[in-house]
Nanobody, 130 residues
Framework: QVQLVESGGGLVQPGGSLRLSCTAS????????IGWFRQAPGKERDVVSC?????????????YYSGSVKGRFTISRDNAKNTIYLEMNSLKPEDTAVYYC??????????????????WGQGTQVTVSS
């Protein structure tokens, strides 16, 4: 059974840091592109970051960041733990959202595109507030 489980969210002050984890079961994360998305109250779900597969000659583990998080967030992978991380630094109140990881179990290169074929985790809440 394919499952994604996010963890690591919480309450943090502006300027603080958090590291989110996305652990997979039922498939190997490194075989596919994995995206991090977020959804703030009253807003649409948007892509935050993506990491391509590093498994195979046609994929290089390349990464993507949205403009709003570039330079502050870092996506990485631990293949031994079948886990993707999102290191978030210099957090701002506007980063407050539920964060999700997702894959369509088809693409091995970013982007991971919003759509009905995505497999989602349950999400983890990130709140940035003083």
């Amino acid at each position: 059974q394919v499952q994604l489980v996010e963890s690591g969210g919480g309450l943090v002050q502006p300027g603080g840091s958090l590291r989110l984890s996305c652990t997979a079961s039922g498939f190997t994360l490194d075989h596919y592109a994995i995206g991090w998305f977020r959804q703030a109250p009253g807003k649409e779900r948007d892509v935050v970051s993506c990491i391509s597969s590093s498994d195979g000659s046609s994929s290089d583990g390349s990464t993507y960041y949205s403009g709003s998080v570039k330079g502050r967030f870092t996506i990485s992978r631990d293949n031994a733990k079948n886990t993707i991380y999102l290191e978030m630094n210099s957090l701002k109140p506007e980063d407050t959202a539920v964060y999700y990881c997702a894959t369509d179990l088809t693409r091995f290169r970013c982007p991971v595109v919003l759509g009905p074929s995505l497999n989602w985790g349950q999400g983890t809440q990130v709140t940035v507030s003083s």
